[in-house]
């Protein structure tokens, strides 16, 4: 059997992105449709991952308390909806401090395949940026793009490494499109 698995990104996917970081619960606002969109993939028998960089952990914006917290909301939601995710993991490094988890490398998605025990190959991940398309790249997985978030700018910016990316309104119309086609060949 082929485990239904999927990775997303989390700020500009999942919940409003901020070029101020993201520092607290209060801050954390799920994007139209999001939670709705995850419940269905879960319902739909999909193990559901997020992975997310945080480097604001690193310049002292927020703390770990504040992103458990984050982290804690988004599962009370996905929980009242009869949903859950199984798994969430960051990398809390600066860009320049030179780890291989921060996206654009594949460190954390590899993480995560070992975590479950699974291969990764194949598998989709959604993201609204150039490091998530190439992240996802660097593990053999098959990139989906947003245009929530960052989207619409990686898209301005980036278009010619986008050939091949499907590209999608927001996460709801992603899972529209997971759920009545199935995962990419």
């Not at 992103?67 to 798994?87: I, P, S, T, V, Y």
């Not at 960051?90 to 025990?117: E, I, Q, T």
């Not at 991940?125 to 947003?146: E, N, T, Y």
């Amino acid at each position: 059997m082929v485990e239904r698995l999927i990775i997303l990104d989390r700020d500009g996917v999942i919940n409003e992105d901020s070029d101020a970081y993201v520092k607290s619960p209060e801050e954390w606002v799920p994007l139209p449709g999001s939670i709705e969109a995850l419940s269905r993939l879960w319902h739909g028998g999909y193990r559901i991952c997020v992975v997310s960089n945080q480097s604001g952990l690193a310049r002292g914006l927020f703390g770990l308390a504040e992103l458990n917290a984050m982290h804690k909301k988004l599962r009370d939601l996905l929980a009242a909806q009869g949903a859950q995710l199984e798994m969430i993991a960051f990398c809390p490094h600066l860009p320049s401090d030179g780890c291989n988890c921060r996206k654009p490398l594949p460190g954390l998605l590899f993480s995560v395949g070992k975590r479950l025990g699974l291969s990764l190959v194949g598998v989709p991940f959604i993201g609204d940026s150039i490091g998530d398309v190439k992240a996802a790249r660097a593990a053999q997985m098959v990139p989906w793009l947003v245009r929530t978030g960052k989207g619409e700018r990686t898209l301005a910016r980036e278009l010619a490494l986008l050939e091949d990316v499907p590209v999608f309104p927001d996460l709801a119309g992603a899972v529209d499109h997971l759920l009545a086609f199935g995962p990419p060949p």
